[in-house]
């Protein structure tokens, strides 16, 4: 085959990479022993079972939390800077992006276990303690769910907007515009994500 062959040759598209049947069924197998295992370490009667089991899920939590985000960060700065370097990791990176929906469901569940894992949130030990009064107008229950709920969707929502216009270039969108739209997003994502990732972190777990 000559040279120009090769380069007329049209590139297709494989399209979405999908696991076998055995490697999602050993997954999903994983995640029913790890909730078996939370639910029997929650319900056991032992001295400190109920503050392990919310531990061990804050654990959890947080440490797929800063993969996917980890992730959305590589995704902006790629854009900003315009790498080629990046371009065969892009979509890699992408994926792990698709787990900030369950982010979001994670974070709602760890609010059934907050009187569990934070002092803070019991009003008998706030009370008397000049530390702790001092910082009631930011640590309390109400502004804690609200600021972590919205910085998971404000994390949904570049996530989204960058992912999903990028994914067009393949079906031959505009790239000038993507890479327009995108660059921007990408700027305005890590101001916003400094700040909520960091907030998120001394939240959930500095305030231990």
Same mark, same amino acid.
């Given at each position: 085959m000559g040279h120009s062959e090769a380069v007329s040759e049209t590139i297709?598209?494989?399209?979405?990479l999908k696991s076998s049947s055995a490697l999602t069924g050993f997954f999903a197998a994983l995640g029913l022993i790890g909730l078996a295992t939370f639910l029997i370490t929650l319900s056991s009667?032992?001295?400190?079972?109920?503050?392990?089991a919310w531990s061990s899920f804050l654990a959890g939590h947080f440490f797929f939390l800063t993969i996917a985000?980890?992730?959305?960060?590589?995704?902006?700065?790629?854009w900003i800077t315009t790498s080629m370097w990046g371009v065969p990791m892009l979509r890699i990176a992408e994926s792990f992006?698709?787990? =900030?929906?369950f !982010?979001?469901?994670s974070t709602l569940v760890l609010y059934l276990g907050m009187h569990d894992l934070y002092a803070w949130t019991h009003p008998e030990v706030v009370n008397g303690d000049m530390v702790l009064e001092g910082k009631k107008a930011y640590l309390n229950a109400t502004f804690f769910k609200i600021r972590d709920v919205l910085a998971v969707v404000l994390w949904?929502?570049?996530a989204t907007k960058l992912v999903s216009s990028s994914v067009q270039s393949d079906s031959g969108a505009n790239f000038k515009a993507i890479y327009t739209q995108n660059r921007k997003l990408g700027v305005i994502f890590l101001a =916003?994500?400094? !700040?909520?990732?960091?907030?998120?972190a001394f939240d959930q777990l500095m305030s231990l």
């Open positions: 297709v598209n494989p399209g979405t009667g032992a001295e400190g079972a109920h503050v392990q985000m980890g992730a959305l960060f590589f995704v902006a700065i790629h992006t698709s787990y =900030i929906p !982010i979001l469901v949904l929502f570049f =916003i994500f400094a !700040i909520t990732f960091s907030m998120t």
